[in-house]
């Protein structure tokens, strides 16, 4: 029998995760239907719970719904309690609904393991304090770096969030016209770039040899992924691969296989 699994969010069109999980279905020969949900955004929970009451197996979720999902279900993993985010929700024994977020591995495992960034000992700046950088902020700051920063317009959610993560390392916030110094790697953490913008970051911020990072994703470079080839980043990358990497690790949440990620980001940049 086939479970179904969806990616619930608005919108939702872009979404490649359908063509990511039938890939590794293909690929590890489990049983798996998934498709997208375009999300109300006045009703997240009745979509969900109609989903799961349908016989779905567990979900996806991504913007703006990360932060919902959190508050919704019946029992967390240690990292999505951390980040207060949720992206991936997991039908457990009794049907109680399970809570994790894999955005952080996701990211961690593109940036390293696919194109050999060395977090050791780097200044890190995260533009946005959303569900997205919730999910981030602790595991950047397990790899070691010199600092991370949270930029935000609203400067309060950035500092609330640095607060929340201060045990972990270090970590500061601050809006955007009180950013200055230098920056080994700056990620992207809005959802600006579905609308084509940029943040308003300042010229100048990007190190030598500095990388720039788009948790978004598209066909074409995003704007962000343009930004920072025009500020000279050694290496500009949009979020493709996060997005397969954080899908892996749902993949192996739910089924229990963990599917190989490189030829399905292969596949999906041909």
């Known amino acids: 029998m086939f479970c179904k699994y969806a990616v619930i969010g608005n919108p939702i069109e872009h979404s490649k995760s359908p063509e990511i999980h039938a890939a590794f279905a293909e690929q590890t020969g489990e049983k798996v239907l998934y498709t997208r949900i375009l999300g109300d955004m006045e009703d997240f929970n009745g979509d969900v719970h109609d989903f799961l009451n349908d016989g779905g197996c567990g979900l996806n979720v991504t913007v703006p719904f990360k932060e919902r999902a959190f508050q919704m279900v019946d029992d967390l993993s240690e990292r999505a ?33 696919n194109h050999g960034f060395e977090f050791t000992g780097k200044r890190i700046l995260v533009v946005g304090a959303g569900g997205a950088t919730r999910g981030i902020i602790a595991p950047l700051l397990y790899k070691n770096p010199v600092s991370v920063t949270i930029v935000n317009r609203t400067v309060s959610r950035a500092e609330e969030l640095a607060l929340r993560f201060v045990n972990y390392g270090p970590v500061a916030a601050c809006g955007f016209d009180q950013l200055g110094g230098k920056f080994d790697l700056i990620i992207n953490a809005t959802s600006a770039g579905i609308h084509g913008e940029v943040p308003p970051l300042p010229d100048g911020l990007l190190a030598e040899d500095g990388w720039t990072y788009d948790i978004m994703y598209s ?21 493709l691969g996060m997005l397969v990497e954080q899908a892996a690790e749902s993949f192996w949440l739910w089924r229990g296989v963990r599917p190989d990620t490189a030829p399905v980001i292969a596949m999906l940049r041909e």
């Open 81 to 113: 309690e951390l980040a207060g985010s949720v992206n991936t929700l997991i039908v457990a024994t009794g049907n109680e609904l399970r809570g994790d977020n894999t955005d952080g591995v996701g990211l961690i495992t593109d940036l390293a393991k």
């Open 219 to 239: 066909n074409e470079p995003t704007a962000f992924v343009k930004w920072g080839k025009a500020q000279g980043a050694a290496i500009s990358l949009d979020g």
